[in-house]
């Protein structure tokens, strides 16, 4: 797919892969579920912008190149997004911001985030990503507030600094669920204790499932931290799984929906 700008017509589902996309910015008003999966290329300078105010499902993985922005989709209701390790949206130093200028964590907007503004008015929201992936916690930077979310599935990328800004600014959330093979984000982040002093606006919260390796010190941490939130034991629900967490599929994020 090459051009400036791909222009989609009358187009109401669309899965894009095992494709090479060219384009700056993809554009519909008709798409309703779009899905780019499976091997698909995108641009690795300049990101794919995303058009599509009719959007109501969204399933963005396993792709290869920087990650799409993604304008105001207020018609959201479902969204899996896994940034594995195809996505360019890391610094090869893991230092955060390199020396290295064609690194990609230089192509992360000055004045605007890339993602989860994008994503706000989600009901469902599954946010997958390797730890060394810093678009999330990037993003977060901005505050997104998340009205409508009800469920949101996270897995290892986040610390304790962002799990509580994802609840405080998620009113009406009622399904957490996490998943990680270890915790070692979530240990030690700095700034946390001084996060969860603020006020949570998240007094929906009705079910937590904890899916991990074994019960350690980040699982003792996260139940702590949630317990002075006023989330109370018996609405937590802890799985222990020998299964790492690259093998949890988008398939498996249904799970967790039928309650």
């Known amino acids: 797919m090459r051009g400036i700008t791909l222009r989609l017509c009358i187009v109401h589902a669309l899965t894009i892969q095992f494709c090479n996309i060219h384009a700056r910015k993809m554009s ?6 779009l899905y780019i999966i499976d091997c698909c290329s995108l641009p690795d300078i300049m990101r794919l912008r995303i058009c599509a105010p009719s959007l109501i499902s969204l399933q963005l993985e396993d792709f290869e190149g920087l990650t799409p922005f993604l304008e105001n989709m207020p018609l959201l209701q479902t969204t899996h997004v896994n940034l594995d390790d195809g996505c360019h949206d890391h610094c090869r130093s893991n230092r955060g911001v390199c020396d290295n200028f064609v690194c990609g964590c230089h192509t992360y907007p ?12 989600a009901a469902k929201l599954d946010l997958i990503a390797l730890p060394k992936m810093f678009l999330y ?84 941490e996260i139940l702590n931290m949630l317990g002075r939130f006023g989330i109370l034991r018996d609405q937590i629900s802890i799985k222990e799984d020998p299964r790492p967490d690259s093998d949890y599929s988008s398939a498996d994020s249904d799970s967790t929906d039928s309650d």
């Open 137 to 220: 916690r990037w993003d977060l930077k901005w505050s997104p507030v998340f009205g409508k979310l009800k469920t949101l599935l996270l897995n290892k990328w986040f610390t304790a600094i962002d799990l509580v800004c994802i609840l405080q600014h998620s009113p009406v959330l009622e399904m957490l669920t996490l998943r990680f093979d270890n915790t070692k984000n979530i240990v030690g982040a700095t700034g946390a204790q001084e996060t969860i002093k603020q006020p949570l606006t998240c007094a929906c919260l009705k079910f937590v499932y904890i899916e991990c390796e074994k019960v350690d010190k980040g699982v003792r």
């Open 110 to 121: 000055v004045k605007e985030g890339v993602l989860l503004n994008g994503l706000s008015n």
């Open 28 to 33: 519909s008003k008709s798409v309703k579920r």
